[in-house]
């Protein structure tokens, strides 16, 4: 499947999948206009990118983790009922036997941000790698 | 009309009361955009190291976007509304204050009334039953206002003032502390 690349805008994050590299990042600002909008079509590229993973774990050797990095400068309350949503995708991959890594940055000055990544890693049952900058 | 002598009052008014940012006016998605991006620049500017900039930004962002959930622009058809981002030794405010209609008021007083007396603990169970609840529901309590309890060390004020047989002003006051 091809990367799934997003430009950031002023309200709305950077989507960076590079299926080549098999890592994942959404990085910047999330408070898009109509959440719903921008997330809906990432979340079923997510979704669909399963065929891909199944593909790789059996039918080649390759069996490096799959790194989906969460870089958020800041998220409002509606986009935080979808990042809930594409980790209980992750949950569900993970589930399925599927390697994945999940990272969380945050600035070392924002507890809030290192709060919010341990209630999204307690709600959706999923280890993350906290990593400060 | 506002005389040269009024405009020294209102200067004189936000310098005693340390207010960084007053607005009031319509407010849509771009004016939202632009009026952050230049309290971002202010809040940058203060140079934190404890990342209260951080929150203050996070607050005021979330209370913006409840002005737009609670006001009674859609049977109006304006969206006139008020913002205040005040700062002192001690604490960050902001304020917001819109027109909602008087029949809005019972249920978000009681929905404001149970937040505020919710315990840490309480507020971040709500939050997680929320954000696991099935999409948003226009007029429930809403992450937004749990999401500010939470970050604010649940210091949140309310006020409702009635303007009109059917409509009044609805403010809500949230207390930021400087020290960690």
């Known amino acids: 499947m091809d990367s799934l690349i997003i430009e950031a805008t002023e309200d709305s994050p950077r989507i960076m999948f590079d299926t080549v590299s098999n890592r994942f990042i959404i990085s910047g600002e999330s408070r898009p206009e109509n959440a719903g909008k921008f997330y809906t079509p990432v ?19 390759d069996d490096s983790a799959l790194v989906f990095a969460f870089k958020l400068d800041y998220f409002n309350s509606t986009s935080a009922k979808y990042i809930m949503d594409i980790l209980l995708i992750i949950k569900k991959l993970v ?21 919010a990544g341990n209630e999204f890693s307690d709600t959706a049952g999923l280890k993350f790698d906290f990593i400060e900058y | 009309m506002t005389q040269v002598s009024t405009a020294f009052e209102v200067y004189q008014f936000m310098s005693e009361k340390n207010i ?19 309290i971002k620049n202010k809040l940058t500017a203060l140079q934190s190291v404890t990342g209260i900039d951080k929150k203050v930004y996070n607050i005021l962002v979330e209370s913006i976007e409840n002005i737009s959930k609670y006001s009674s ?39 404001l009334d149970k937040i505020a007396s919710l315990s840490p603990l309480e507020l971040k169970q709500m939050y997680r039953d929320q954000m696991l609840s099935k999409r948003i529901d226009e007029n ?7 999401d500010i309890a939470i970050k604010s060390d649940n210091h949140i004020k309310y006020d409702f003032k ?13 207390e930021i502390s400087i020290q960690k």
């Open chain 1, 43 to 61: 979340i079923n590229w997510i979704v669909n990118y399963e065929e891909t993973l199944y593909a790789r774990k059996h039918e080649t050797t």
């Open chain 1, 95 to 115: 589930d399925l036997g599927y390697k994945i890594n999940i990272e969380w940055h945050y600035d070392k000055r924002d507890d809030d941000m290192l709060d």
């Open chain 2, 20 to 38: 960084l940012i007053a607005f009031t006016g319509h407010f849509d998605h771009l004016v939202t955009t632009s009026l952050l991006k230049n």
């Open chain 2, 73 to 111: 622009f859609r049977n109006h058809g304006h969206k006139i509304a008020m913002l205040l981002l005040c700062k002192s030794d001690t604490h960050f405010t902001v304020i917001t204050g819109n027109h909602i209609l008087n029949t809005d008021v019972p249920a978000l007083k009681e929905k």
């Open chain 2, 140 to 146: 429930s309590a809403g992450l937004g206002i749990i």
């Open chain 2, 162 to 174: 009635p303007l009109t047989d059917l409509t009044s002003f609805y403010l809500f006051q949230t």
